[in-house]
């Protein structure tokens, strides 16, 4: 499971990590806004990965945006046509 460490900017979190790009997510692994780090670890406990042990960022956001689609959260249009969910 990956566990981010809290290295956050003064910048906060506008939207929840489903909500955000590819893009804007890997730039958020890279810098995490305060609240980021809380809200991946927090998604990694409540459906913890269970293939390779070498879990990717875009693996990551890929499944939360997933999850979120499961949960019928109002995934952003732009994040579903990057995903063609």
């Known amino acids: 499971m990956i ?6 900017s003064e910048k906060s979190l506008k939207r929840e990590p489903w909500e955000m790009t590819s893009a804007e997510f890997e730039h958020f692994i890279n810098d ?4 980021f780090v ?8 409540a459906h913890p990965y269970h293939g ?8 990551l956001h890929n ?3 997933k999850q ?4 019928k959260l109002p995934v952003p249009d ?3 046509q990057e995903k063609e969910c």
């Open 3 to 8: 566990q981010l460490h809290k290295r956050t």
């Open 32 to 35: 995490p806004p305060a609240g």
């Open 38 to 45: 809380e809200k991946v670890n927090e998604f990694n406990r």
């Open 52 to 59: 390779e042990t070498c879990l990717e960022f875009d693996t």
């Open 63 to 65: 499944r939360m945006v």
């Open 68 to 71: 979120a689609i499961a949960d």
């Open 78 to 80: 732009r994040v579903l």
